[in-house]
Each structure stands twice: as structure tokens, then as C-alpha cells.
């Protein structure tokens, strides 16, 4: 019953690697989302995606990318990972409805917890 | 400006107690929602109730309700007959309707609730 699936729940890495971080949905949503959430601050905004090869900043885009090729597939991308990117990682989908306020319920995968080096 | 304000860091509740949990939101927006989620030590978010800025009415679902008073600009979650199941991170979200259709939810920091048997 899995909707929305990251590809690893956790890593460990060194500094200046380069990093993905992959997230699939199976419910043919429009929007996905990457999240970072950190003891004390919540869960802070990286990137959205409306559509595909849609990309939209979110809070903290600085030293992340985001690819959106096909549909059910939203990937985070760390260029050179730094220590200040050890966290654990969201992924979540949503429906592009509006007719209705369930339309904006996100979806979560289980997160993804990074750790470098 | 914090938009979503979670002012209780740590909760410990009697199990079969009721408990509230606060939350309190800062917007201009006159079309919005709020949510909560509940994040176990999985991991994984949870959607638990949705509240429109324009509902009548205070959500419920199940045990959970939403104290929700607009003047106050406050939207709290309050879990009847509380069980060892609910101990648990709470989030409480934020969507306003700027950019309808692309908006993001914005998190408060959260609320860790423990459940002593």
C-alpha cells in the first residue's frame, strides 16, 4: 500500500560528494515536494515541482537541485554535500485538484536521513 | 515572522487523558487551511484533519478535533481519550491560497507528545 517511496532511508556520505536522493509516487500526482526537517526548525521547503520539468524554489533551495523527468519521479540532487546538509529528508506528493481542500493534502514517504562526513 | 507558531517543544499526558495541542498562525491571506500531521518514529507523516479558513464548523475526525478560532488566529488539535499510539512528533501547517494550485505548506517546529501509561 505504499504511495509514495524513498529510495533510501538512510546514507551516509562524505563531503564534496554528489548526492541523489530519489522519490517515486504511484498516485499520478501532479505536485511533489522535498522537504528538510531538522530538530527545532520543522520541516523547511528545498524545492517543488507542479508538473514535469516544472521546478520551483522553495526556503532553502541554496546547494540542492531538483529533476522532475517523468511524472511519479521527483529527485534531489546535493552537487557537493556539506556537513550542514546531515538531516533527514521528505519527499511528499499532491493532487493538482482544487475543487475540493482535500486536493492539498500531501502525501509522505518515510524520509530519507543523511549523515556526511 | 514565524507564519506557524507551535509554542509546546514536549508534551507528557496521562494515557485516557484529553490533550491539547497548540498551534498559532500569522497571515494576511483571507483563503486558507491548516493542517496537522503526526509523525511516529518511523519516520513517515500522517495527515490527521484539515480546517478551512472559511469552514463553519471545527473539523473532526475520530478522536481528533481542531479548536479553530479565527480571531485568535489560532487552529489547535485536541486528541480525546489519548492512547500509547499517540505519542508522536505533531505538525501543524499552513497553506494560503497566493498562488493557488502552486502554494506550498508551511510547518510550525512541532510538538514531541508522550503518552505515560
Known amino acids: 500500500d505504499v504511495k509514495v517511496t524513498q529510495s533510501s532511508r538512510y546514507l551516509v556520505k562524505r563531503t564534496g560528494e554528489k548526492v541523489f536522493l530519489e522519490c517515486v509516487q504511484d498516485?499520478?500526482?501532479?505536485?511533489m515536494f522535498w522537504y528538510r526537517q531538522d530538530p527545532g526548525l520543522g520541516l523547511r521547503l528545498i524545492y517543488f515541482s507542479y508538473d514535469v520539468k516544472m521546478k520551483e524554489k522553495g526556503d532553502i533551495p541554496e546547494g540542492y537541485s531538483v529533476s522532475r523527468e517523468k511524472k511519479e519521479r521527483f529527485s534531489l540532487i546535493l552537487e557537493s554535500a556539506s556537513t550542514n546538509q546531515t538531516s533527514m529528508y521528505l519527499c511528499?506528493?499532491?493532487?493538482?485538484?482544487?475543487?475540493?481542500?482535500?486536493?492539498?493534502?500531501?502525501?509522505f514517504g518515510a524520509g530519507s536521513r543523511l549523515t556526511v562526513l | 515572522a514565524q507564519k506557524i507558531t507551535q509554542t509546546q517543544p514536549g508534551m507528557f499526558v496521562q494515557e485516557k487523558e484529553a490533550v491539547t495541542l497548540d498551534c498559532t498562525y500569522d497571515t494576511s491571506d483571507p483563503s486558507y487551511g491548516l493542517f496537522w500531521y503526526k509523525q511516529p518514529s518511523s519516520g513517515e507523516m500522517i495527515f490527521l484533519i484539515y480546517?478551512?479558513?472559511?469552514?463553519?464548523q471545527n473539523a473532526t475526525e475520530g478522536r481528533y478535533s481542531l479548536n479553530f478560532q479565527k480571531a485568535r488566529k489560532s487552529a489547535n488539535l485536541v486528541i480525546s481519550a489519548s492512547q500509547l499510539g499517540d505519542s508522536a512528533m505533531y505538525f501543524c501547517?499552513?497553506?494560503?491560497?497566493?498562488?493557488?494550485?502552486?502554494?506550498?505548506?508551511?510547518f510550525g517546529t512541532g510538538t514531541r507528545l508522550t503518552i505515560i501509561p
Open positions: 498516485m499520478d500526482h501532479e505536485n
Open positions: 480546517q478551512g479558513s472559511y469552514d463553519q
Open positions: 511528499a506528493s499532491r493532487t493538482q485538484g482544487q475543487l475540493t481542500p482535500w486536493a492539498n493534502v500531501l502525501t
Open positions: 501547517a499552513m497553506r494560503e491560497s497566493q498562488n493557488f494550485g502552486n502554494e506550498k505548506l508551511t
